[in-house]
């Protein structure tokens, strides 16, 4: 049976996020997708094409807590160093992925990579916030760095192919180690080509278009930056190239748990936010300059 699509959203107003990144916030948005409805991935910051003059300070977000789920930097353009409190940290550049699991609590900072800073240059990113079980909240903080050359590639009808960070396409499997079933892929269609996916019914799932224009299973046309959630209906569909395209792809199982969340701690209950942030304010969370 056919997955349909449920909406299409245009992106809404930007905002910064720090000085270093200029968002459209889909997850949560206040059009019906809160942090249950596309659950276990809890928000979603796209930081669409953007030119950042020459600095030389590297802008971006100095040192804040996190805990409870995994953040997850996606990079198209543009790069992006990661540092934090559990001994974390690199850069990742055009088609890499950092993969930080805050779980128990660190403090990190993000920024854009010192040479990139100085030269300046064009910057589009997503940051993915994907939700840890409860059984898995209080577990160590890890982090992977997965560059583009470690993504597995699936072929798709046409010339161009997917790009699997986390997740299982037709057998392939990619690189990311995950705490529940999720599903992170990047397909890079030629126009003309067509990519089929499948999921279970059950699990939730959207998409972003990146670069170029596509059309979902035939019949719902979707412009650059815009947002396409799926509706629970099915298992399949396609995603058609109109023009040369990037697609972020995500889809999981939802973790039906109760979410309390608060600033940069995504726990189960009230009493766990408190915890937290006497936690940080007791300095367990580490020391990070």
């Not at 449920?6 to 992106?11: C, D, K, R, Y």
């Not at 669409?48 to 996190?66: A, I, L």
């Not at 583009?148 to 790009?163: A, H, L, Q, Y």
């Amino acid at each position: 049976m056919q997955k349909s699509v449920e909406l299409i959203m245009a992106p809404p107003s930007p905002h910064f996020v720090g000085d270093g990144f200029r968002v459209h916030t889909f997850i949560p948005s206040s059009y019906r997708i809160d942090m249950h409805r596309m659950n276990p991935f809890i928000m979603l910051d796209y930081n669409s094409k953007h030119y950042f003059e020459p600095s030389d300070t590297p802008r971006g977000v100095g040192v804040h807590p996190h805990r409870g789920f995994e953040t997850v930097t996606i990079a198209y353009q543009g790069k992006v160093a990661h540092h934090d409190s559990a001994g974390g940290g690199g850069i990742i550049g055009e088609g890499d992925v950092q993969w930080m699991t805050a779980a128990s609590g660190v403090l990190h900072k993000e920024y854009h990579e010192a040479k990139f800073a100085r030269s300046g240059g064009w910057f589009q990113m997503v940051q993915l916030w994907v939700n840890l079980p409860a059984k898995y909240k209080m577990s160590a903080p890890k982090y992977q760095a997965i560059s583009n050359d470690k993504m597995t590639r699936v072929p798709v009808k046409g010339s161009g192919f997917i790009e699997l960070i986390a997740g299982e396409v037709a057998s392939f499997i990619g690189p990311a180690s995950t705490f529940s079933p999720v599903h992170i892929s990047n397909a890079k269609l030629m126009a003309g080509d067509v990519a089929d996916y499948s999921f279970p019914f059950h699990f939730n799932t959207a998409m972003i278009v990146v670069e170029g224009e596509v059309i979902i299973n035939g019949t719902e046309q979707a412009p650059v930056n815009h947002f396409i959630l799926m509706e629970n209906n099915g298992e399949d569909f396609n995603i058609s190239a109109t023009q040369d395209s990037v697609i972020l792809v995500l889809s999981g199982e939802p973790i039906n748990e109760p979410i309390a969340a608060h600033g940069p701690f995504v726990m189960n209950t009230h009493q766990e936010l408190v915890q937290a942030f006497n936690d940080f304010n007791n300095g367990k969370f580490g020391y990070l300059e």
